[in-house]
């Protein structure tokens, strides 16, 4: 079984078992990596075939129960009272003092967390909103917006069917590239690339690729320091 379609099982285990607990921990999940981000479900997601295979949110204390369980609750929470869920997070970014916030660190956004995003964007202007999708929807939702704080950032692989790739071009969107075979360029002008670190773990034998995620090779690096993939118009 691929790392996506374990970690899906899961979630519908734990909404089937009704071990979803109202949320008590707040919305903002911290990473070492990217600092602070918005974490959701997975079922959320349209993974491709790469994608599933290799995904990092599958793995890890991402994955772990009370992650998920917290994921969960959120999404939960947007589908039943959006302006709660408005107000409390952005008390949190107001708290912890944060001039950006990753969404989608985990998961993918649905209808309801694109509206969230957009009305914390709305209620706090000075907060950059930034994150990855594979879903056109979505993307296409987030853009046009039209938020100068909310950044988004296509991600693409060697699966991804062409007519999403045409749609992507058309929205003239900033996109990312993971890759596990170092015979399978990106598109010439993809934004960001990211080596497969499934489980955590690099695979040293891929050739480093221009615009590589620095975090990927050097764990002491940061999100919030490397400001790369939320700082463009």
């Known amino acids: 079984m691929n790392l996506y379609l374990r970690r899906k ?3 519908q285990h734990y909404i089937t078992s009704s071990v979803i607990t109202p949320r008590d921990k707040g919305f903002i ?8 981000s918005l974490n959701f479900p997975i079922s959320n997601c349209r993974p491709t075939t790469t994608c599933s295979q ?4 599958c793995s890890g204390p991402i994955a772990f129960k009370n992650s998920i369980l ?7 929470q947007l589908g039943q009272d959006l302006p709660l869920a408005v107000r409390e997070t952005a008390k949190e970014i107001k708290r912890l003092k944060l001039d950006n916030l990753r969404y989608s660190g985990g998961g993918d956004l649905s209808d309801s967390g694109v509206e969230y995003i957009k009305q914390l964007a709305n209620a706090l202007p000075e907060v950059i909103f930034w994150g990855f999708t ?8 987030l853009i046009n917006s039209n938020k100068l704080n909310i950044k988004v950032i296509f991600s693409l692989d060697k699966t991804t069917p062409s007519s999403i790739l045409t749609k992507v071009a058309n929205l003239k969107l900033n996109t990312s590239w993971l890759y596990d075979d170092s015979n399978n ?6 934004y960001v690339t990211f080596a497969n670190h499934a489980n955590g773990r690099l695979d040293k034998t891929l050739t480093k ?3 590589e995620c620095p975090a990927i090779h050097d764990h002491s690096v940061h999100c919030d320091e490397c400001r790369h993939c939320f700082n463009f118009q």
């Open 9 to 11: 099982n899961k979630e």
């Open 29 to 36: 999940s911290g990473n070492m990596k990217t600092g602070y």
């Open 54 to 57: 290799n995904c990092y949110a």
């Open 70 to 76: 917290k994921a969960l609750s959120i999404e939960q």
């Open 134 to 141: 594979r879903k056109v929807d979505v993307a296409e939702q």
């Open 185 to 190: 360029p990106p598109p010439r002008d993809v």
């Open 209 to 211: 690729l221009a615009g």
